[in-house]
Nanobody
Framework: VQLQASGGGLVQAGGSLTLSCAASGFSLARYAIGWFRQAPGNEREAFVYLINSSGTTDCVDSVKGRFAISRDNAKNTVYLRMNDLKVDDTGLYFC????????????????RGQGTLVTVSS
């Protein structure tokens, strides 16, 4: 069981990137899969976007209208399209199954991959 994130890089503010989360050993379509961000120097793993098994999506307010999540069941891959990137979007992005935390927030589950670094310069 593995999740592999890719697609990060260095981009100027206002630019775009598409992150990919490829799964092996299980079907992404059966789980709520989300993207989380760990900002530089911050241990907190902040929820960004998720897509659940029925295709319903949810995201944090700061990325509404700029980011979009999608899933390709044939490729067993979830994508995060990021447009109009801002310096505050900088961080290590990783994909994971999604659980509900004690504060009723979205938290990473047991299925998680390594991150891909997104750096947005001003």
């Amino acid at each position: 069981v593995q999740l592999q994130a890719s697609g990060g890089g260095l981009v100027q503010a206002g630019g775009s990137l598409t992150l990919s989360c490829a799964a092996s050993g299980f079907s992404l379509a059966r789980y709520a899969i989300g993207w989380f961000r760990q900002a530089p120097g911050n241990e907190r793993e902040a929820f960004v976007y998720l897509i659940n098994s029925s295709g319903t999506t949810d995201c944090v307010d700061s990325v509404k209208g700029r980011f979009a999540i999608s899933r390709d069941n044939a490729k067993n891959t979830v994508y995060l399209r990021m447009n109009d990137l801002k310096v505050d979007d900088t961080g290590l992005y990783f994909c994971a199954s999604v659980n509900i935390g004690v504060d009723l927030d979205y938290v990473p589950g047991d299925r998680r991959g390594q991150g891909t670094l997104v750096t947005v310069s001003s």
